[in-house]
């Protein structure tokens, strides 16, 4: 059974839910992975991601991918929903909002391998599909990401 000592930062989970404003890479939060001799993924699909353009001001829609193997550390859900509204006000190309996202989920978690896919609704007849993954250097998980981005599907 998780003891509380597990959770780490975690202090969003059962409060009363307060949405930023702007973009917040500080309220991502992290808890410690119980099974760090395991390889495995975790993935969060995210539908209702937004972001602005930031020539036109118009909103860009998404639904975001996040596929990590982690190792000491994984991040909490609640803080990453937040994470992500709070790119509602931001304005950021779609290319560049995929890896800021996973940027910030490397600097907070250090894990052995990350990808993220942004699916972005189409506007002006063009659908953007940016893709940007990472593996630890010298790794099995380095040598895991230089393949996957070199079969990224173009459909």
């Given at each position: 059974m998780r003891s509380e000592n597990n959770l780490g930062n975690v202090h969003l989970l059962?409060?009363?839910t307060q949405y930023p404003v702007?973009?917040?890479?500080?309220?991502?939060?992290?808890f410690d992975n119980?099974?760090?001799?395991?390889?495995?993924?975790v993935k969060f699909i995210c539908p209702e991601f937004t972001s602005?353009?930031?020539?036109?001001?118009?909103?860009?829609?998404?639904?975001?991918?996040?596929?990590?193997?982690?190792?000491?550390?994984?991040v909490e859900s609640k803080s990453l929903k937040l994470y992500l509204f709070s790119f509602r006000?931001?304005?950021d190309f779609h290319e560049d909002c995929v890896n800021i996202i996973m940027k910030d989920l490397i600097q907070l978690m250090q894990p052995k391998y990350i990808e993220v896919f942004g699916?972005?609704?189409?506007?002006g007849g063009i659908a953007i599909h940016p893709y940007a993954n990472y593996g630890q250097a010298d790794t099995i998980y380095a040598d895991m990401?230089?393949?996957?981005l070199w079969q990224y599907s173009v459909r």
């Open positions: 059962g409060q009363q702007d973009y917040m890479p500080q309220i991502l939060e992290a119980q099974h760090p001799d395991n390889d495995y993924f602005l353009c930031p020539k036109t001001g118009q909103p860009d829609f998404a639904t975001i991918y996040i596929n990590y193997l982690p190792q000491y550390k994984m006000n931001h304005g699916e972005f609704t189409p506007r990401a230089t393949k996957r």
